[in-house]
């Protein structure tokens, strides 16, 4: 499994940005693709996550009602579209795949294989 990471930028407190993280290899119905962040100096953070094959989704409490994941399946892809940023919603976005899941868990250690990351950076 490969994942690809895109739509990373630099934008103004109050703005708005949309990621994708485009999957190739063994994505199954009972997948998890999630995203996670890391600021530096500071653990990597769960921010959402969704099941491949339905409509079952988690959000960290630091970003629910701002931002929503989504996917579509006949592209392959997830996204992350991020409204009402903020300064600490800076940090790095990874997306990641739990290919065999049972449950959608908050947490890094189930997850299998992890995207190289896009840099995500809120100017106050």
């Known amino acids: 499994v490969q994942l690809q990471a895109s739509g990373g930028g630099l934008v103004q407190a109050g703005g708005s940005l949309r990621l994708s993280c485009a999957a190739s290899?063994?994505?199954?119905?009972?997948?998890?693709m999630g995203w996670f962040r890391q600021a530096p100096g500071k653990e990597r953070e769960f921010v959402a996550a969704?099941?491949?094959?339905?409509?079952?989704?988690d959000y960290g409490d630091s970003v629910k009602d701002r931002f929503t994941i989504s996917r579509d399946n006949a592209k392959n892809t997830v996204y992350l579209q991020m409204n009402s940023l903020k300064p600490e919603d800076t940090a790095v976005y990874y997306c990641?795949?739990?290919?065999?899941?049972?449950?959608?868990?908050?947490?890094?250690?189930?997850?299998?294989?992890w995207g190289q990351g896009t840099q995500v950076t809120v100017s106050s």
């Open positions: 990641a795949a739990d290919i065999d899941a049972r449950l959608i868990v908050a947490s890094t250690r189930p997850y299998d294989y």
């Open positions: 290899g063994r994505i199954a119905s009972s997948s998890v």
């Open positions: 969704i099941r491949w094959g339905g409509w079952s989704t």
